[in-house]
C-alpha cells in the first residue's frame, strides 16, 4: 500500500511540472497570437498536446537527475515556443512584448493562486484518487510558484530580463539596455553561479515565503 502511494505522489508530481511548464510556454505563444504573430500557432505549439513541447535536456533529463537525486523540488523547462516580437511590437508596440514576455509567468501565478484555493477546501486524503488529487493540487502550486519567481528574475534568457529590456527601450534608458545586452552573453553562468551555490538558498528563499504563505 505504501509503494502505491509513492508511485501516485510520483505521476501527480511529474504532471504538475509539465502543466506549469507546458502552460508557461504556451501563453506565451497564445499571447503573441492575440497580437498577430502566427508562429507558435503555425508551428502547432498553442497545442497541449506534451510531445510538441518536450525539450529532451529541461523537460526530461534534468527533472530526473533532480528526482533521483531526492532534491526537495523537481524543475524543468520545455522547448521555448517561436515568437516574432518585431510582429507582435508591430501591432502592440514595446507594451505588447511587455505582456508576451511575462505572460508565461502570470499564468504560473494565476494557476497557483487557483490551487491554493483549491487547496483550502481539501480535506485528509482517504482514498488513493483523494491522495492524488491533494498532492496534484500541492505539487501543482509548488512547481508554477517556483517557475514564477524564477523567471521573474531579470538575468538574461529569463522572462524577467526580457520585459525589463522592452519596458527599458519603451523609456528610452539606454543604459540599461546597453547593460541587458552585455549580459546576453553571461546569463547562463550567472544563472549557474545562483541555482549551483551555498547562493541558491537566497535565490530561491522567496519562493518558500510564497507557498508557506499560499497555502496558510
Keep these: 500500500m505504501e ?3 509513492e508511485i501516485i505522489k510520483v505521476v501527480a508530481q511529474i504532471l504538475a511540472l509539465m502543466v506549469a511548464i507546458i502552460g508557461h510556454e504556451i501563453m506565451h505563444g497564445y499571447v503573441a497570437y492575440k497580437y498577430g504573430d502566427y508562429t507558435a ?9 506534451p510531445i510538441k513541447h518536450i525539450d529532451l535536456v529541461g523537460t526530461i533529463i534534468l527533472p530526473a537527475l533532480l528526482f533521483f537525486s531526492h532534491a526537495p523540488f523537481l524543475f524543468g523547462w520545455a522547448k521555448p515556443v517561436p515568437i516574432n516580437m518585431r510582429e507582435v511590437m508591430n ?7 511587455i505582456g508576451v514576455s511575462l505572460a508565461g509567468i502570470a499564468y504560473n501565478f494565476m494557476l ?3 490551487c491554493s484555493i483549491i487547496f483550502g477546501f481539501l ?9 492524488f488529487f491533494v498532492y496534484l493540487v500541492l505539487q501543482s502550486l509548488i512547481y508554477n510558484i517556483v517557475l ?3 523567471n521573474l528574475y531579470p538575468i538574461p534568457p529569463l522572462d524577467g530580463s526580457h520585459a525589463l529590456a522592452y519596458l527599458a527601450a519603451s ?11 552585455s549580459m546576453q552573453r553571461y546569463g547562463m553562468l550567472i544563472l549557474l553561479l545562483f541555482i549551483a551555490t551555498p547562493l541558491s538558498k537566497y535565490f530561491f528563499a522567496p519562493i518558500g515565503y510564497i507557498v508557506n504563505w499560499l497555502i496558510n
Design 112 to 114: 497557483a493562486i487557483v
Design 123 to 131: 480535506n485528509e486524503p482517504t482514498t488513493y484518487v483523494s491522495l
Design 41 to 49: 500557432k503555425n508551428a502547432g505549439r498553442l497545442s497541449i498536446n
Design 148 to 150: 514564477g519567481v524564477f
Design 3 to 5: 509503494n502505491s502511494a
Design 171 to 181: 523609456q528610452g534608458w539606454n543604459g540599461i539596455m546597453n547593460f541587458f545586452d
Design 91 to 97: 501591432n502592440g508596440g514595446y507594451k505588447a512584448a
